[in-house]
């Protein structure tokens, strides 16, 4: 009898609850846990589901831009962008040169401010806090500009149907190049602190891994699906807005772990320095918005818009049926698809390391909630 | 030396006061002993408590700095009330026992952890030959605060398991797994120190590296340099701090073992983890860095020597803040592989090294 019992250990199911500090949002993680390495999570959502899409049914065209802000917080510009020319398409509309540039600069420097975001976020879960207050001092610097430019700190409602809300203040390009030049230096310092870091490092490499053909099955994106060796960036495949204009570089790593996914977004940074370069030597005078009449009432049809976000391919599916509504507005949230093999990444490894995969995966859960 | 004098006076004159009054000497002797270890107890918590006051405003400071932001700065000038503030309103809070916890482990865990953080406090010596418990220190100095730090492991695990919370749980066996690794390299490099001086005590480890000069103390001699090492890196895994900290493990586990604490009980924990730096940096300070000893020999006799101890612990406090502040954390495992595959055959080299130097009449 007592030996049948005596070092027999039990499972331990524990729930990694939608409050925590470190799971990005209200995300619920059912874990299955034999001492500290993960048999089994079961990611559990929709804790911050607010029908946005229900919404969209609801209210014009017009109306429903402020909303789609609200999508993914941290780079609400990408998701105006892609709305936004989702109904152009629809209505036909070509906006002018000016714009796409505008849209391309903020775009980028959203991108940033949002792989700062990450930043954060993954040195807090790793532990190094001090990281976290570094970025936001960068990413303040960041979220002045875009406070002079549309006169909000994050969610912007910038983008507009046919143009944009406003044109940007005449000092905006001498300060975005100011910020170029500032910011290399500080992505030297966050190298040093976390990516060099020999503690990081260990706390990155080799973990939270998904083989390529698994996250092209799950159809990841972004810098999750760029991290296993696949080059897909819709910036230069389908090369939308003005984005052939430019000359930059996606990178791809191919070792499919965190670290790899943690690179990507460093190296985005980079490049996105290198663009909002290009945008501002480049940018053409003339009108920001087009003519657009009041009452939007588009042709019945139906158009998928996808724009690379920092998070991966954001879409937005629209139907109208000639009405001052849409019939259905559909969003495709990159973060949905990049949680989907959470149980995968999660299985094998240990307590530890599923706030590294959750946080590698940089998901944000008002994507993924709607 | 003032301290010194001062404290074995009153010793004297207490001894001859119970002999006075016509009590044989030995007995004289102990209840001088115990009235010394009294007054020297209030004492210790009284330096405890400031201690810990003063790093954590220390620590927010900073950990502000370092971050690029000021900390505290509204409660008194420059936020020096801060930490008074903050325990103050710790004690006023409702203690709150999760349901279905132990409550006796409940509230014994922290009780125990201050208790024994306390208990250490008691072979520090403060000055030549000041040391409250003088008996415990001559005998087995080393070889109690060795005991005694063995014992926050049981304390951190009645704290996690009588939280009933899952996530308490793990981080006290966590904590357990970690001190407990960390204490045999720990352990080592005090060996090579106990060695080098023949002694146990810790005052005579401090007198073994009195010399002309500086260049006597500890981290001065070559075969000392390992041990040093190793007893600081055990340092941040028996204080649990980062890049040890997964006991608290504050992103992963909210609070690990102090999860479901709140009011006093958390004041405790929070008190004696504060204090427990500073104990430790001065245990570093004694073994390494001269203890009470004067950077500039024995011509200093002016400064007394616990300002010198403070100072030189002072040092290693901020040396201790400055890393948890910039390095990220390890994992468990990762953890224990350091310990167990480098520190303590890395430990055991040194004591190996102390062997031959000290044999060869260094």
């Given at each position: 009898m007592s030996?049948?019992?005596?070092g027999?250990t039990?499972e331990?199911?524990i ?6 500090p ?22 559990d ?12 049914e609801a209210k ?5 831009v ?5 999508f ?11 709305f ?10 070509r ?11 903020m ?11 990450y930043f ?20 303040e610097?960041?979220?002045?500009l875009?406070?002079?430019?549309t006169?909000?700190?994050l ?7 046919g ?9 905006f390009v001498?300060?975005?190049?100011d ?17 060099r ?18 996250a092209v ?5 972004g ?25 930059f570089?996606v990178?791809?790593?191919?070792t ?9 977004r ?20 003339g ?5 657009v ?6 042709e019945p049809?139906a ?20 009405s001052d ?6 969003w ?7 949680l989907q093999p ?19 995966l940089d998901i ?7 | ?6 404290f ?17 000497d ?27 006051l ?9 950990a502000?700095?370092?971050?690029s ?7 008194g ?14 004690l ?11 409550k ?13 953080s306390?208990?250490?406090w ?11 418990g ?11 605060l060795?005991?005694v ?20 749980l ?10 407990l690794?960390?204490?045999?390299p ?8 106990v ?7 810790l ?12 260049l006597?103390w ?11 090492l ?5 340092m ?19 609070g ?6 709140s ?9 004696a ?15 390494f860095l001269?203890?009470?000893l ?27 803040l400055?890393?948890?502040?910039t ?10 592989s350091l ?21 060869l009449?260094a």
């Amino acid at each position: 009898m007592s030996d049948t019992y005596a070092g027999q250990t039990d499972e331990l199911l524990i729930n990694m609850g939608p409050q925590h500090p470190s799971t990005h949002g209200v995300l619920r993680v059912l874990l299955r846990l034999d001492g500290e390495i993960v048999l089994d999570a079961d990611p559990d959502i929709g804790y911050l589901h607010s029908s946005l899409e229900k919404i969209g049914e609801a209210k014009t065209w017009q109306q429903f831009v402020p909303y789609t802000d609200r999508f993914d917080y941290l780079s609400a510009i990408n998701n105006e962008f892609a709305f936004v020319r989702a109904v152009e398409k629809l209505l036909g509309v070509r906006v002018t040169e000016r714009c796409e540039y505008i849209r391309v600069i903020m775009a980028e420097l959203q991108r940033i401010a949002s792989h700062l975001m990450y930043f954060t976020s993954m040195g807090l879960d790793t532990g190094a806090v001090t990281v976290y207050l570094h970025c936001f001092r960068d990413r303040e610097r960041l979220i002045d500009l875009f406070e002079d430019a549309t006169g909000q700190r994050l969610l912007y409602h910038y983008l507009r149907i046919g143009g944009v809300r406003n044109d940007l203040p005449h000092d905006f390009v001498a300060r975005v190049r100011d910020f170029i030049d500032y910011f290399p230096a500080r992505l030297q310092e966050y190298d040093n602190l976390l990516t060099r870091n020999r503690v990081f490092r260990g706390r990155m490499e080799g973990i939270a891994t998904i083989s390529r053909e698994e996250a092209v099955r799950h159809g990841m994106s972004g810098p999750c699906l760029r991290a296993c060796g696949v080059d897909h960036d819709l910036r230069k495949i389908i090369g939308y807005s003005v984005y052939p204009q430019f000359e930059f570089e996606v990178p791809v790593y191919d070792t499919c772990d965190a670290m790899a996914r943690h690179l990507v977004r460093c190296d985005e940074m980079v490049q996105s320095l290198r663009i909002l370069k290009q945008a501002t030597d480049k940018l053409p005078d003339g009108e920001t918005n087009v003519k657009v009449p009041r009452v939007i009432k588009p042709e019945p049809g139906a158009v998928y818009e996808r724009i690379e976000g920092p998070r991966g391919e954001v879409g937005c599916y629209l139907i109208s049926d000639g009405s001052d509504k849409p019939l259905r507005m559909r969003w495709r949230p990159p973060s949905y698809f990049n949680l989907q093999p959470l149980p995968q990444l999660m299985r094998g490894g240990y307590v530890a390391d599923t706030v590294v995969a959750i946080a590698s995966l940089d998901i944000m859960l008002g994507d993924i909630d709607k | 030396m003032l301290l010194r004098d001062t404290f074995n006076a009153i010793r004297q004159w207490t001894e001859g006061l119970f002999t006075g009054w016509g009590m044989p000497d030995d007995w004289a002797f102990l209840t001088t002993e115990i009235l010394v270890w009294i007054v020297g107890v209030v004492c210790a918590i009284a330096v405890m408590m400031v201690a810990a006051l003063v790093l954590v405003y220390l620590e927010r400071k900073v950990a502000g700095y370092i971050q690029s932001r000021l900390g505290p700065m509204r409660v008194g000038p420059i936020g020096l009330f801060q930490t008074a503030m903050d325990a103050v309103k710790l004690l006023v809070k409702e203690d709150i026992v999760p349901q279905g916890a132990d409550k006796v482990l409940h509230t014994v865990g922290p009780a125990l952890f201050f208790t024994v953080s306390l208990m250490a406090w008691l072979v520090v010596p403060w000055d030549d030959g000041v040391v409250i418990g003088r008996v415990v220190d001559q005998n087995i100095g080393v070889l109690y605060l060795m005991g005694v730090s063995g014992m926050t492991v049981i304390a951190i695990l009645m704290g996690g398991w009588g939280s009933n919370n899952k996530w308490s749980l793990i981080g006290a066996v966590r904590a357990g797994a970690q001190m407990l690794s960390y204490e045999i390299p720990m352990l080592l490099a005090l060996l090579c120190v106990v060695l080098a001086a023949e002694s146990l005590s810790l005052g005579d480890i401090v007198g073994a590296q009195r010399g002309g000069s500086l260049l006597s103390w500890n981290i001065f001699k070559p075969w000392m340099w390992l041990p040093a090492l190793l007893f600081i890196i055990a340092m941040f895994a028996e204080i649990a701090r980062q890049p040890f900290d997964l006991p608290e493990a504050e992103s992963e586990l909210v609070g690990g073992y102090h999860t479901e604490y709140s009011g006093m009980k958390f004041a405790l924990f929070f008190l004696a983890e504060y204090a427990n730096i500073l104990l430790i940096s001065i245990v570093v300070t004694v073994m390494f860095l001269g203890g009470w000893l004067s950077p500039l020999g024995p011509i200093d006799s002016v400064i007394p020597g616990v300002l010198w101890l403070f100072a030189k612990a002072g040092l290693l406090v901020f040396f201790v803040l400055w890393v948890r502040w910039t390095l990220p954390r390890m994992r468990p495992d990762q953890m224990m592989s350091l310990s167990w595959k480098l520190l303590v055959p890395a430990g055991f080299l040194a004591l190996a090294i102390t062997t031959v130097a000290v044999m060869l009449g260094a």
